[in-house]
């Protein structure tokens, strides 16, 4: 019994040092930065109501919220968004969350090979090619530089505290978010089984990322 167990402590301890901490999960301690709403309706002049239900605080938001936890707005076909006399790419908010993020598994990236590495996942994921070039040009730059970068896109860790109501539902939904933080060395990992997307019909695209530490 107690060879048993002093072997299951070891396997304990193996897991501990693949994944960084005991069940993988990871306390932000910074903001959720730039998750972007691209709305794709198949009709040009289609009004569309998202909300935001957030477990966390707020920090920014582009347009303003114009109706409860939200925002109302006009889109067209080639994703151009109008609310008022305005016109917007997409929708932008940043808060500081309240949850933890997931690196049970993920993937450790040398900082002068992380663009390919987002270039090979981000389609797969489900972005476009412009959708794919606003990522890197905003989260490359504090990436390069590293020696290492520890990334893992998250599913029900992000989406289940910053849910989204979109009226009307569309066809597709793709929501990426990276989070990562810099290394001084290789952190082992268990490889991350990432899921491939595609879109059609009424599309809802989202992209974002946390730098947990």
Known sequence: ???????????????????????????????????????????DGTEITVKLDYNGSLTTLDPAFNTDNGWTVVANTNGQITLGEKSYNYLYWEGNPNNQYDFYSGFCIKGSDTESFLRSK???????????????????????????????????????NAKLDVTPKPDSIIR??????????????????????SRSGFSVVEW??????
């Open 1 to 43: 019994m107690k060879k048993r167990s002093f072997v299951g402590m070891i396997a304990v301890a193996l897991m501990t040092v693949v994944v960084g901490c005991s069940n993988g999960m990871v306390q932000a301690e910074g903001p959720d930065l730039k998750p972007v709403i691209y709305l794709y309706p198949q009709q």
């Open 122 to 160: 981000l389609p797969y994921l489900g972005l476009n090619d412009s959708e794919t070039n606003e990522f890197i040009n905003y989260w490359l730059p504090m990436m390069k530089d590293n020696k290492y970068n520890v990334i893992s896109f998250q599913e029900g860790a992000y989406t289940g």
């Open 176 to 197: 990426v978010f990276m989070a990562w933080y810099p290394s001084d060395k290789e952190v082992k990992i268990l490889p991350q089984d990432i899921s491939g997307a």
């Open 208 to 213: 974002g990322g946390n730098k947990v530490k």
